[in-house]
Structure formats: C-alpha cells, structure tokens
C-alpha cells in the first residue's frame, strides 16, 4: 500500500541555520511527491512537488529531491528565517491520484 | 469563491449528539476531499467526490460517518452520536480535473475544529 513515514517533531533552530525534514514512502507504481506547509492560522498549502524520479522541487528556498533508489523526499532549506515557522507535511499520490496519503507532519520553530 | 471555505471554523458538542460540517469548494472544482487531523496524527483520508458521486468512501471511520455534495458544490459531512474519539480538525480540499491529474494539488480550507465534550 501507500504510506509516508515523516520526521518526527518538533524542530526547534535558530534563525538562518540548515534545515533537513526526513521523509521516506512506500508506494505501488510512480507516486508524485509533495511538501505541503500549514502556517498557523492558515490551511495548508503546497509548497513544492517533484512528479518522477530525479526531479527537484523547489520553492521559497526550499528542495526536495525525489530519490527512488532510497523511497525519499527529505525537505530541505540553507538557511531558515523565523516567518518558516510552520508544520510541514510529506504526502504522495497514489495510482489513479485520487487522493493523497500524508505523513504526521513536522512542526518547526524557528527563533531569531 | 476565492478559496475553499469551511464552517462552523469551530465546534464544540456533547457526546451523542449529531454535528454537520460544511465546505464550500473553489467555483468550478469537481473533485472534493475530506481529511480529518487528529492531535499527533497524520491527516487521514475520509472521502473522495467527482462531481455529486463518492467513488472513494474508504476513508470514513464508521457508519456514523457520513457525506454527500449537491450540485456538484457544497459538501456536508455529518457524525452522528458523535463519541470524544471523534474530536480533531475535518479539512476540506477540493481541485480541479486538469490540476489534479497534472499536479495532483489540492486546495485545503482551513478546518473545521470539533471537540466532543
């Protein structure tokens, strides 16, 4: 079946420190791959997505590689700023795409 | 509308009473989701619509759980006697045929947040 196993939380760091989210799926066939993001407050949102093997996603600052031979899509950010402050949530579309399996999400804080 | 719209933004019960949640989807989306997100949890997947029908119903946790959409717009999903387990956040998301088969991205409301006292 289809699953997303994501780091668990929560992420504390400083501003403009290095930022890895790990994320690793199960799934039958070719998923897409996706970060969504949930600032407080707000609905999520997609923040990036890669659709086959080798692609990079990226947006705001922030990768995600989408690695077949290791089942991940770790997010990533150089240097994170206090408004990132967010919950972030692997997820994948299965076959069919006719929904999207998440992962636990991944609250990060981020202090100046 | 401009986005998804979700009411009530929250709700508070007592144990085996009924509750609606609503969600208006973004004009002209035909593909309807609900989530639910526990404390801890993951989202959990409820119910898919294309248009007015449900093809994926395998999400809903027990036949206390129900939903439907008329008119291919709004969604109602509806717990009766609800129990605390019930308590977490209902999200609604909706996209298009073209973006959904292209992307795959959903656009989520912003919760409805139910506790069951």
């Known amino acids: 079946g289809n699953s997303v196993t994501q780091m668990e939380g929560p992420v504390t760091l400083s501003e403009e420190a290095f930022l890895t989210i790990n994320c690793t799926y199960t799934a039958t066939g070719y998923p897409s791959l996706f970060w969504y993001v949930q600032y407080p407050g707000e609905g999520l949102q997609l923040l990036l997505k890669?659709?086959?093997?080798?692609d990079k996603g990226s947006n705001k600052g922030f990768e995600a590689t989408y690695r077949k031979e290791t089942t991940s899509f770790h997010l990533e950010k150089g240097s994170v700023q206090v408004s990132d402050s967010a919950v972030y949530f692997c997820a994948l579309t299965g076959t069919g795409a006719n929904n999207l399996f998440f992962g636990t999400g991944t609250r990060l804080t981020v202090i100046p | 509308g401009a986005g998804v719209s979700q009411s009530p933004s929250n709700k508070v019960t007592e144990k085996g009473k009924d509750v609606e949640l609503r969600c208006d989807p973004i004009?002209?989306?035909?593909?309807l989701y609900w989530y639910r997100q526990s404390l801890g949890q993951g989202l959990e997947f409820l119910i898919y619509?294309?248009?007015?029908?449900?093809?994926?119903k395998s999400g809903l946790p027990s036949d206390r759980f129900s939903a439907e959409r008329t008119g291919g717009s709004v969604s109602t999903l509806t717990i009766q006697r609800t129990q605390q387990e019930d308590s977490a956040v209902y999200l609604c998301?909706?996209?298009?045929?073209?973006?959904?088969?292209?992307?795959?991205?959903?656009?989520f409301g912003e919760g409805s947040r139910l506790t069951v006292l």
């Open positions: 890669a659709t086959k093997a080798d």
């Open positions: 004009s002209g989306h035909t593909a």
């Open positions: 619509f294309q248009g007015n029908s449900a093809p994926d």
């Open positions: 998301a909706s996209s298009s045929l073209w973006t959904r088969l292209n992307t795959g991205e959903l656009f």
